[in-house]
């Protein structure tokens, strides 16, 4: 392989050898260490690979042997340098190819971010940005130690980083916290608080764990009115109040509340139909800039659609150049009638979204009487929804002045 | 055996340098290497012929080629027939 290599580098040539006595010139070849090789013997002459300083020295040989020789082919690189040596600006592009090359190598072009299941690539990517860690940004200037703390310290929760360059690529590797999902940190309330009702209804249950209930199962109660209350009074031995302890009231109150629910809507209203006609348009963002090959739709009513296509370079490398497709399609309005079915199917939709809203919330439904009512231009819901629900919300207690402890130093 | 080759014998001197003997390698049918020889004598597609110091070789085959031909060493390949000293 190497031998192949050196001979193709210094270049040789293939001849062939007729004349008296071939041995005797390739025994004169040999006493004069001139390599031979690939030796052919076809019946009248033969055929040798002989390297081109070698074939200069040959000639006092040729004479002495009265050997004839032709050159049939040659191979290697000078000779392939001869032909092409008036091709100067070939030379001259593979420098200039070799040199892009090189100093595009320096900058990085692709940013892979791995391991990120709860963070975006994009919100990483934002932040590496506003941190100068960008796109065709110089490999020189990037500092994997600095981007792997700076990673830590502003996503908490990203336990462990590692940033590494690998030929024009940076590569961050991460792994974020699976176990403990960061639970909503329950603030130990400290601050004296009361629960009072957000809305009306008939108490069903009450579990007090801290503060003194002022209400009892079936009591009614407005809203704003006074539950659990955060002020705990201290009796003193003849049973008068002296003193005050403040404590976070926590208790869940249930209470059975009405909504009462109202949907109307008129039977005749506007559809749009399309026609089917249809214009397209395209234009590409480069930068702020907009250049659109719109054609006016000419059309009174019509939709937009619009769909970008943004340029990337690697897997996150956008450039700022997005190209964009148009779809303009012409409508009709029509004004038509629900029907019957229509209608009820249409209010009880809604009526649908009303009361699944309230489950989200957390609210238990237990009757439902709302009553739909289909007229000759209006369909109307109406009705009341019985429903079972916490009812508590906190305010601040109201702190009292501390009682004067004169009684105390009275009885001294 | 002449006293050279006893002394070399005795001394377990390596004989193609003491006495010149020639020293064929041949790998399967159709690859030798010879080395230690003088000259080459003949050679066409059926027969090589070979100046060694001490006789002459003949190696008879089928499209006989030599792959190199130097100095110190030389490389036939083709078909071999037979390998003969005379």
């Known amino acids: ?22 041995e005797r010139f390739l025994n004169l070849c040999k006493a004069h260490h001139i390599e031979i090789w690939d030796l052919q013997n076809n019946g009248s002459y033969y055929e040798m690979n002989l390297s081109i300083r070698d074939f200069r020295r040959l000639k006092p040989l040729r004479r002495k042997t009265k050997a004839h020789l032709l050159v049939i082919k040659r191979y290697g ?3 392939f340098l001869h032909r092409y040596r008036h091709r100067k600006m070939f030379v001259v592009g593979i420098f200039l190819c070799i040199a892009f090359l090189y100093t595009m190598s320096l900058y990085i072009w692709n940013i892979h971010i791995e391991g990120n299941y709860s ?8 932040y590496l940005e506003s941190e100068n860690i960008v796109h065709g940004m110089k490999k020189s200037e990037v500092d ?3 981007i792997q703390s700076m990673i830590r310290i502003r996503f908490p929760d990203i336990i462990w980083v590692s940033a590494e360059i ?9 792994r974020e916290n699976m176990d403990s999902i960061p639970a909503k940190e329950e603030t130990i309330q400290e601050e004296p608080r009361d629960i009072v009702a957000s809305r009306e209804g008939i108490v069903t249950s009450v579990l007090v764990r801290s503060g003194v209930s002022q209400i009892q199962v079936g009591d009614e109660v407005e809203p704003g009115q006074l539950l659990i209350l955060g002020r705990i009074d201290i009796l003193n031995d003849s049973g008068e109040v002296s003193g005050y302890q403040y404590t976070a009231a926590d208790a869940d109150v249930y209470a059975r509340t009405t909504y009462t629910y109202y949907d109307e809507f008129v039977l005749s209203h506007e559809v749009r139909h399309p026609t089917g006609k249809k214009r397209y348009g395209i234009y590409a963002k480069v930068g702020g800039k907009t250049i659109s090959l719109k054609l006016q739709p000419g059309f009174e009513r019509f939709s937009v659609l619009n769909t970008e296509y943004p340029v990337k370079l690697t897997e996150n490398f956008y450039l700022p150049l997005t190209f964009g497709s148009t779809i303009y399609e012409e409508y009709e309005i029509y004004t038509e009638s629900y029907s019957k079915v229509e209608a009820e199917a249409l209010a009880e939709a809604n009526l649908n979204e009303f009361v699944e809203n309230l489950a989200q919330k957390g609210v238990q439904i237990i009757e439902n009487n709302v009553k739909i009512e289909v007229g000759t231009n209006i369909c109307r819901a109406v009705g009341t929804i019985t429903a ?9 207690t109201e702190v009292l002045e501390p009682i004067p402890e004169a009684s105390d130093t009275d009885e001294k | 055996m002449n006293w050279k080759e006893e002394m070399t014998d005795a001394l377990n ?8 003997a020639v020293i064929i390698t041949i790998t399967g049918k159709h690859e030798a290497y010879v080395e230690n020889y003088m000259s080459l004598i003949e050679y066409t597609e059926e027969l090589i012929r070979i100046q060694t110091k001490t006789c002459k070789l003949e190696i008879h085959g089928q499209h006989l080629d030599i792959s190199y031909y130097t100095n110190d060493e030389m490389k036939i390949t083709g078909e071999i027939q037979e390998v003969k000293y005379c």
Request: with cysteine; glycine share 8%; charged share 25%.
């Open chain 1, 77 to 79: 690189l000078p000779f």
């Open chain 1, 144 to 146: 994997c130690k600095e």
């Open chain 1, 388 to 396: 079972l629900e916490e009812i508590g919300s906190y305010t601040p």
């Open chain 1, 119 to 126: 963070r975006t690539t994009n919100v990483i990517l934002d």
């Open chain 1, 166 to 174: 690998r030929g024009t690529r940076l590569l961050i590797r991460i």
């Open chain 2, 13 to 20: 001197l390596p004989k193609d340098l003491m006495l010149g």
């Open chain 1, 1 to 22: 392989m190497l031998t192949s290599f050196f001979r193709y580098l210094y270049g040789y040539v293939r001849v062939r050898l007729t004349g008296y006595s071939p």
